[in-house]
C-alpha cells in the first residue's frame, strides 16, 4: 500500500487541527456580546492560526506540487476518483481563500493584522466599510463550504474504512 509521505501526513494532521480550532474559535469569538477584552483577544487568536494555516497550506501545496500522492486503489471506481480528486482541489482552495478573506475582511474594517502580537502584515487596502459587509459574507460562506467540504472529506475516509475496508485511509493516518 502506497502511502503519504511523513512531511505531507504532517501537514495534513497540523492544518486540520488548526482549521477546526479556528472554526470553534470563529463560533466562540462571534456569540460573545459587545466587545470584551476576551472578545479581542479570540479573535487575535482566531486570526494567528489563521495566518498559520495559510503558512502551511502554502508548504503544502509546494509539498504537493513535487511530491506525488499515491495513486488511487485499482479496485475504486474511476467516478469516485473524480470525486476525490476535485473535493481535494476544493479543499486546497478553501484553505488559502479562507485565510485571504478573513485578512481582506479584517483589513476592510480598519484593523491590521499583526501576527502574533509583533509581525504586522502587510496592509494591502484601506479601510472600507462598504467593502466590509461583502467580505463579512465571503468569509462565512467560504467557511459554510469547508465545514460541509470537510464532513464529506470525512465521511468518504470512514466508509473506505468501515464499509469498503481498502485501507485507504490508513494512506495518511501518522
Known amino acids: ?86 473535493m481535494h482541489v476544493v479543499l486546497y482552495v478553501l484553505m488559502f481563500g479562507i485565510p485571504v478573506s478573513g485578512y481582506f475582511y479584517s483589513l476592510s474594517a480598519g484593523v491590521p493584522v499583526v501576527y502574533l502580537g509583533l509581525f504586522p502584515l502587510p496592509v494591502l487596502m484601506a479601510p472600507n466599510p462598504e467593502w466590509k459587509p461583502l467580505l463579512k459574507d465571503i468569509h462565512y460562506y467560504l467557511n459554510m463550504a469547508l465545514l460541509a467540504s470537510f464532513c464529506l472529506h470525512v465521511l468518504a475516509a470512514l466508509k473506505h474504512q468501515f464499509i469498503d475496508r481498502d485501507n485507504l485511509f490508513k494512506r495518511i493516518l501518522p
Open 1 to 86: 500500500m502506497d502511502r503519504y509521505t511523513k512531511p505531507a501526513v504532517l501537514l495534513h494532521w497540523l492544518i486540520a487541527l488548526l482549521i477546526i480550532a479556528a472554526f470553534a474559535l470563529g463560533l466562540t469569538m462571534v456569540n460573545i456580546p459587545g466587545l470584551t477584552p476576551t472578545k479581542l483577544k479570540y479573535f487575535s487568536y482566531h486570526k494567528w492560526i489563521g495566518v498559520t494555516v495559510l503558512a502551511l497550506a502554502c508548504l503544502r501545496l509546494l509539498w504537493r506540487l513535487t511530491h506525488k500522492a499515491p495513486a488511487y486503489p485499482s479496485h475504486m471506481p474511476a467516478w469516485q476518483q473524480a470525486v476525490a480528486h476535485w
